[in-house]
């Protein structure tokens, strides 16, 4: 089954903690992304990669960090979280011009 | 001013209704359109491209107005379990950024 999977899906962590959400694709897509989706603001984009070592910065890319060491995943890094972080996180590749989003990843950071 | 704006509703209609969406866009170098279904607690999910010719998928009917800068959606013979949020996507050509409307909420009632 084609998919995009996150983990963790919920994390309640503290300020200052270094965090990664890791993300899998099995489609083969080379195109990845982060958003955060907040109410009132809609879905951001945070960072994409468009192939394995080959990254840039969203609308959003502030407190975040990414890396796409392999073409399959492409973690996203909180160095040091801040409550302004919590947010649904979710994972996209895209295919063409369609976006395949993962389950999210619902982050409140204290 | 948003990039992308859609009235946030609630729309609240009754089975069998038909409804309609609106979504307007600032950038005139807009040049790929979609609307995106979430559900509530869910990833967004793909519904449909919107074609310059306008286009149709059982229910659902997609349109693009370039002069005044909009796109619509409209979903016939409303069903229960088209009760979501209906988020517009747009996207300039050569970037890799989509734009993300807010959504709009919609919820189908017996």
């Known amino acids: 089954e084609a998919q995009v999977t996150q983990n963790p899906r919920y994390l309640i962590t503290v300020t200052g903690k270094k965090l990664t959400v890791t993300c899998s694709q099995n489609m083969n897509h080379e195109y990845m992304s982060w958003y955060r989706q907040d109410p009132g603001l809609g879905l951001r984009q945070i960072y994409y990669?468009?192939?394995?070592?080959?990254?840039d910065k969203g609308d959003v890319p502030e407190g975040y960090k990414v890396s796409r060491k392999e073409k399959r995943n492409f973690p996203l890094i909180l160095e040091s979280p801040s409550p302004n972080q919590t947010s649904l996180y979710f994972c996209a590749t895209r295919r063409e011009d369609e976006q395949y989003f993962g389950p999210g990843t619902r982050l409140t950071v204290t | 001013r948003k990039e992308v704006e859609q009235d946030p509703g609630p729309f609240n209609v009754p089975e069998g209704a038909t409804v309609a969406f609106n979504c307007t866009y600032s950038n005139s170098a807009s040049q790929s359109f979609f609307w995106y279904r979430q559900d509530c607690r869910k990833e967004p999910k793909l519904l449909m491209s919107v074609y310059s010719s306008g286009n149709e998928d059982g229910r659902f009917t997609a349109q693009l107005n370039r002069a005044s800068q909009y796109i619509s959606l409209l979903i016939r013979d409303s069903k229960l379990s088209d009760s979501a949020t209906y988020l517009c996507?747009?996207?300039?050509?050569?970037?890799?950024?989509?734009?993300f409307g807010r959504g709009t909420s919609l919820i189908v009632h017996p």
């Open positions: 996507v747009v996207k300039v050509g050569g970037s890799y950024i989509p734009t």
């Open positions: 990669s468009m192939n394995v070592e080959v990254t």
